[in-house]
C-alpha cells in the first residue's frame, strides 16, 4: 500500500514537472514567433513611412502615371489600416491573413511604380529618388529576411504545438495557432495581362530585387 | 550540392582537422618529453629514467600549451574594431549621407536580420582599390567587418551583399574564434624551435670550457639540434592544417553566405569579379601578411595558404559558371556600381576616384554667368538688399565666445533653411563638396578661370565643366550663406580619405597663388578651408602660448585692411581702425595705407596671431569687431566676415545676431536679413 502510494506520489510529481516543462517551452515557442514578427512589423512601418517621399519626389516627374501613383497610395493606406489590426498579435488568423495580403498588393504597386520610374531619366537622375529607392530596396530586403526567420519560427512553434503529448496542452492552455506569412502579391489580384507583341514596356521587377 | 550539405562537409573536415591538429601537437610533446628524458638520463648520473620523466614530461606540456594560450589571448584582447583599425580602417557612421556607405550599412543591417546576430561594427579601408572585405573579432557582440573602397566602388548591391553575408558567416560560425586558437598551436610549436636556438647559440658565444664539461656541451648541441628539428617540422605541418583548416571555413562560409542570402549568384559574381582583378587584388596594408587569413579573397598574390582556389569556390557556387573571369570596368558606364545610388555615371569624370558623378542641383550649370556681384566684394560692399534698395540695414551685435546660445541657434537654422535642400544634398555629398570649394575658389578673371579649373581638375580627378558648374552651387548663394554653405561642405570633405584632402589642398593652394582678383572675404575663406584641411592631419604639436602684445603689429595689420574694406572714405576708415583699437586697449595711429597691406603679409599676420592664447585671441577678435561694427552700418557680409577673421584665427565663433533696432526696421522684415 505504502508502495503504491510512493508510486503515486513520484508519478504524480512526474507529470507535474512534464506539464510545467511543456508549458514553459510553449510560452518559449510563442515568444519567438511574437518576437520575429515585431522585427517584420518595424520594418513594414518603415516601408510605410517611406512611401508618403516617394509619391511626392515621383509626382512632380510623373504627371501622366495618376493610376499607378495612386494604386501605391491606395495600397499603403489599406495596408496601413491591416498593420493596425494585427497590433503585433500574429496569432489573429483574420488580420493576419488581410495584412498579408494588403502588404502582397502593396509590393506589387510599389514594383510597378518603381518599373515605370526606370522609363524617367530625370527622375532616375534625383538625388532625392536614388536614396529613396535605396531605402526601400533595403526595407524590401530586411522585411524579405526578417520574414524567413519569422516563418521559421511559425515552423518551429506549430511543429511542437502539434506533437503529440503538448497537443493535449495546447488546447487546454489557449495556445492558438500563428500563421505563416506570404506577401507575395497573390495571381488573382493582379491585372490581366495584355498580350501584345509591339509592347516594349518593363517587366515589373520582382519585389526584394528593386535595384537591378 | 545544396549549401547544408556544403556546410556539413565543411564542418566535419574541420573537425578532423582540428583533432589532427591536437594529435600533432599530442605527439610533438611527446617527441619533445622523450628527447629531454634520453638527454637527462645520459647526460646526468642523478636522473633515473622515471625521475627524468617527471621532470621532462610537465615542463615541454606547460612550455607549448603555455606559450599558445598565451599568444591567442593576445589576439584575443584586441577586439574586432581593433584589428580592423590597425589595417588602416575608417568606421562607417550608420547614418552618413555618403550614397555608398549608406548602401553598405543597409547592407549590414539586411544581413544581420538574415542571419540573427548583432550589427557589427563596419569599416572601409580607403586606401584600398582591390576587391576585398574581412572579419574580425572574438565574439559576435565585439566583432568588426572591413570591405575596403575597391569593393565598394566595383561591386553592385547584389555582388556586395554576398560578400558581407560571407563575412558574417565567418562571426557566426566562430572562425575567428578557431583561426584565433589555431594561431596559438602553431605559435607554441613555433617556439619550441626559438629555444632549440637559443640553446645553440648560447653554447656558440660561450667561452672556451675545460674538456671536463665537453660532455655536457655536446648534451646541448644534442637538446638544440632536436628541438631545432622537431620545432621545425612540427611547425610546417601545423601550417598545412592551418591552411586547410582556413580553405575549409572559406566554403563554409561560402555556403553560409547563400544560406542568409538564397542567392549564389551574388557571392559568385563577386568572386568572378575579384578573378578578372587578377594581380591587382592585392591588399596593400603593411598588416595584411599576418591578417591574411581573415580577408574575403586571399589579400596575398600567392594563394598558396588560407584561401581556396577562386575557380573551386566559383564552381561550388555556380555550377554553371563558364570558367571566364570578368574584369571589372571601373566606373564604365552600363556598369552600375554599387554607389549607383546618387550618381549617373558617365560624361563629366576622369580618373578612377569618383564612382560616378552627383547630380548638380537644378539651376547650375556650366557656362553660366557668374553673379560677379555676390563675388567681386571689396571696399564698396552695398548693403544687402533688404525689402527694397533703400531699406536700412540692419547691425550686429559683437561675436559671443560663450559658444552659441539658443538665439544663436536659432539664427543658424534661419541662415539654414535659407540654403536650397537640393544644394544642401549636393553639398553634402564628397564629390559635390570638393568640386563646389573648388569651383567656388576659381578666380572670376575670364581668362585666368579655365587655366585654374583645368589644372585643379587634374588634382581632384573632375572636369573643369562639371567643377565650374558646381562652384556656382556656392557662389549663386547670398554672401551669408557662403560660409554656412562652406560648413557643410567642409563635413563631407572631413569623411574623404587622406589623399584626397591632400590634393584638395594642394588645388585651393595653386587657385590661392595664382590668383590676381583681390577680395577679403573670400581670401580669408580660402584661408580657413586650409586650414581645416590641415587640421586633419594636426599633430598636436602646435602651442598656443603667444600673447597679443607680442603680436601688436599683426593685430594692427588686420585691423587696417579691415578697416579700409568696411569704409568708403579714409576718415570712415581711420575712425574705425581707432575703434579696433582702443577694443584693444591701443592709442589711437595713423591708419597705414592700403598699399603696404599685402595678402602676404596679412597671411603671415594670421598665421602668427592663431597661435596666441584663447584670451588673446578673443581680444583681437573682439577689436577686429569694433573695426567692422564701427559705421553702425554693417552688412551681414560683413558680419560673416568677422567670423571668417575669427574662423582664420582658430577662434570659431556662433553667428553674429542682428541687433533689432526699432526706429529704423519696418515691421515686415524686422531682424533677419532675407528670407
Same mark, same amino acid.
Given at each position: 500500500m505504502i508502495i503504491f502510494i510512493v508510486v503515486l506520489v513520484v508519478l504524480v510529481v512526474l507529470v507535474g514537472f512534464f506539464l510545467v516543462a511543456t508549458y514553459n517551452r510553449l510560452v518559449k515557442f510563442r515568444e519567438r514567433v511574437r518576437n520575429a514578427f515585431a522585427q517584420i512589423d518595424v520594418q513594414l512601418e518603415r516601408r510605410h513611412d517611406l512611401i508618403p517621399n516617394l509619391v511626392e519626389t515621383v509626382k512632380g516627374y510623373m504627371s501622366h502615371e495618376r493610376e499607378t501613383l495612386e494604386a501605391v497610395v491606395d495600397a499603403r493606406a489599406a495596408a496601413t489600416q491591416a498593420r493596425i489590426e494585427v497590433s503585433g498579435d500574429p496569432e489573429n488568423l483574420e488580420a493576419m491573413a488581410r495584412l498579408a495580403s494588403s502588404e502582397g498588393a502593396l509590393g506589387g504597386a510599389l514594383g510597378r511604380l518603381l518599373a515605370v520610374a526606370e522609363a524617367y531619366p530625370d527622375l532616375k537622375a534625383n538625388q532625392n529618388m536614388a536614396q529613396l529607392t535605396e531605402e526601400l530596396t533595403t526595407t524590401e530586403n530586411k522585411i524579405a529576411f526578417a520574414r524567413q526567420n519569422y516563418n521559421d519560427q511559425v515552423n518551429g512553434y506549430q511543429t511542437y504545438k502539434t506533437t503529440f503529448p503538448p497537443v493535449l496542452l495546447a488546447n487546454t492552455f489557449g495556445f492558438k495557432d500563428s500563421a505563416y506569412l506570404d506577401l507575395d502579391e497573390k495571381p488573382e489580384k493582379r491585372d490581366n495581362i495584355q498580350v501584345s507583341f509591339d509592347d516594349t514596356s518593363p517587366q515589373p521587377p520582382r519585389p526584394g530585387d528593386l535595384s537591378d | 550540392m545544396d549549401f547544408q550539405s556544403h556546410q556539413e562537409e565543411a564542418k566535419q573536415s574541420t573537425t578532423k582537422l582540428i583533432a589532427l591538429l591536437v594529435l600533432g601537437v599530442l605527439s610533438i610533446i611527446a617527441v619533445v618529453t622523450a628527447l629531454l628524458v634520453a638527454l637527462l638520463y645520459y647526460g646526468s648520473d642523478e636522473f633515473q629514467p622515471v625521475t627524468a620523466l617527471a621532470v621532462a614530461a610537465p615542463v615541454t606540456t606547460i612550455a607549448v600549451v603555455g606559450t599558445s594560450l598565451v599568444k591567442s589571448s593576445q589576439i584575443k584582447s584586441g577586439g574586432g574594431s581593433y584589428v580592423a583599425a590597425s589595417m588602416g580602417g575608417r568606421q562607417v557612421d550608420f547614418?552618413?549621407?555618403d550614397p555608398a556607405e549608406k548602401q553598405l550599412a543597409n547592407i549590414v543591417e539586411e544581413i544581420a536580420i538574415a542571419s540573427g546576430m548583432p550589427v557589427p561594427a563596419v569599416f572601409v579601408l580607403d586606401d584600398e582599390p582591390g576587391i576585398n572585405a574581412f572579419a574580425a573579432g572574438w565574439s559576435a557582440d565585439s566583432a568588426a567587418i572591413g570591405v575596403t573602397r575597391g569593393a565598394l566602388l566595383q561591386l553592385n548591391r547584389r555582388e556586395l551583399q554576398g560578400v558581407i553575408a560571407h563575412e558574417f558567416s565567418h562571426i557566426g560560425n566562430g572562425d575567428t574564434r578557431v583561426k584565433t586558437r589555431i594561431i596559438g598551436w602553431v605559435f607554441g610549436i613555433a617556439a619550441i624551435t626559438v629555444v632549440g636556438r637559443i640553446l645553440l647559440q648560447q653554447l656558440w658565444w660561450a667561452p672556451r670550457r675545460r674538456s671536463k664539461e665537453d660532455r655536457t656541451a655536446l648534451l646541448i648541441v644534442a637538446a638544440g639540434v632536436g628541438l631545432l628539428v622537431i620545432g621545425a617540422v612540427g611547425t610546417l605541418f601545423a601550417r598545412m592544417i592551418q591552411a586547410a583548416v582556413s580553405r575549409q571555413r572559406e566554403y563554409l562560409a561560402d555556403a553560409s553566405a547563400v544560406q542568409y542570402t538564397? $542567392?549564389?549568384?551574388g557571392i559568385g559574381d563577386a568572386l568572378i569579379k575579384i578573378g578578372g582583378m587578377g594581380r591587382d587584388n592585392k591588399v596593400r596594408a603593411a598588416h595584411a601578411t599576418e591578417a591574411n587569413h581573415l580577408f574575403f579573397a586571399s589579400a596575398l598574390g600567392a594563394s598558396f595558404a588560407t584561401h581556396p582556389s577562386l575557380k573551386d569556390r566559383i564552381a561550388r557556387l555556380?555550377?554553371?559558371? $563558364?570558367?571566364q573571369f570578368k574584369r571589372p570596368a571601373p566606373?564604365?558606364?552600363?556598369?552600375?556600381?554599387?554607389?549607383?545610388a546618387g550618381t549617373s555615371s558617365g560624361a563629366g569624370q576622369r580618373g578612377g576616384w569618383w564612382p560616378g558623378q552627383v547630380v548638380l542641383p537644378t539651376g547650375a550649370q556650366a557656362g553660366s554667368p557668374i553673379d560677379t556681384s555676390s563675388l567681386v566684394g571689396g571696399g564698396s560692399a552695398e548693403p544687402l538688399a533688404q525689402g527694397g534698395p533703400t531699406a536700412p540695414s540692419p547691425t550686429f551685435e559683437p561675436p559671443s565666445f560663450g559658444g552659441p546660445t539658443d538665439a544663436h541657434v536659432e539664427r543658424t537654422r534661419t541662415l539654414l533653411t535659407q540654403i536650397p535642400q537640393q544644394t544642401q544634398d549636393f553639398l553634402r555629398t564628397k564629390q559635390g563638396a570638393v568640386a563646389a570649394v573648388v569651383g567656388a575658389f576659381a578666380s572670376n578673371d575670364p581668362q585666368l578661370r579655365p587655366q585654374q579649373l583645368e589644372v585643379a581638375g587634374r588634382a581632384v580627378s573632375m572636369e573643369p565643366d562639371y567643377l565650374d558648374a558646381a562652384g556656382t552651387v556656392i557662389t549663386d548663394l547670398d554672401r551669408t550663406l557662403q560660409l554656412p554653405a562652406i560648413d557643410i561642405a567642409l563635413h563631407a570633405i572631413r569623411q574623404t580619405p587622406y589623399e584626397y584632402k591632400v590634393a584638395l589642398g594642394q588645388a585651393i593652394h595653386d587657385l590661392e597663388s595664382s590668383q590676381s582678383d583681390h577680395d577679403l572675404f573670400r581670401w580669408v575663406l580660402r584661408r580657413v578651408m586650409l586650414r581645416h584641411l590641415e587640421d586633419q592631419h594636426d599633430d598636436g604639436s602646435v602651442s598656443y602660448d603667444t600673447s597679443l602684445g607680442e603680436l601688436k603689429v599683426e593685430a594692427v595689420a588686420v585691423y587696417a585692411i579691415l578697416a579700409q574694406f568696411n569704409s568708403s572714405g579714409t576718415s570712415q576708415a581711420q575712425d574705425a581702425f581707432d575703434a579696433a583699437l582702443s577694443a584693444i586697449g591701443l592709442p589711437p595711429e595713423p591708419v597705414p595705407p592700403i598699399e603696404q597691406l599685402t595678402f602676404d603679409r596679412i597671411d603671415r599676420a594670421l598665421d602668427r596671431l592663431s597661435r596666441m592664447d584663447r584670451a588673446s585671441r578673443e581680444t583681437f577678435v573682439s577689436g577686429a569687431a569694433a573695426a567692422v561694427l564701427?559705421?553702425?552700418?554693417?552688412?551681414a557680409e560683413e558680419a560673416e566676415l568677422i567670423r571668417v577673421v575669427a574662423d582664420a584665427v582658430r577662434l570659431p565663433v556662433p553667428p553674429l545676431l542682428p541687433v533689432v533696432v526699432p526706429d529704423r526696421a519696418d515691421p515686415a522684415a524686422a531682424p533677419t536679413v532675407k528670407s
Open positions: - | 547614418n552618413t549621407l538564397r $542567392d549564389p549568384s555556380l555550377p554553371d559558371w $563558364d570558367g566606373a564604365a558606364p552600363g556598369e552600375t556600381p554599387s554607389a549607383g564701427h559705421d553702425r552700418k554693417t552688412t
